[in-house]
């Protein structure tokens, strides 16, 4: 079975940082698109970062100077540090990787993790 667990939430005050992490388990032939959303508390879910298997990054306007993405390939792992974080990037947040394994392809998501930024 192959899934996403993801862990390194928590409760942090305005201007601190988090890590998170992400490990992809089980028979995986190649991961291609790894990335992070997040969803607050009666909005849509939103793209925060998302990277290539060859290294490529993209941010969302939000979290552009604070965030950073990256992955270890042969972890199977994706990262977010979040720096300066700020009240408003309180929000569960979800991985997400596009997975290759003998089953053929899929999209799968972590569990979330609950991030809470206090003022």
Do not use: H
Request: aromatic residues 10%; hydrophobic residues 35%; charged residues 15%.
């Amino acid at each position: 079975q192959v899934q996403l667990v993801e862990s390194g939430g928590g409760l942090v005050q305005a201007g601190g940082s988090l890590r998170l992490s992400c490990a992809a388990s089980g028979i995986i032939f190649s991961i291609n698109a790894m990335g992070w959303y997040r969803q607050a508390p009666g909005k849509q879910r939103e793209l925060v970062a998302s990277i290539t298997s060859g290294g490529s990054t993209e941010y969302a306007d939000s979290v552009k100077g604070r965030f950073t993405i990256s992955r270890d390939n042969t972890k199977n792992t994706v990262y977010l540090q979040m720096n300066s974080l700020k009240p408003e990037d309180t929000a569960v947040y979800y991985c997400n990787a596009a997975v290759q394994s003998f089953t053929g392809y899929m999209e799968l998501w972590g569990q979330g993790t609950q991030v809470t930024v206090s003022s």
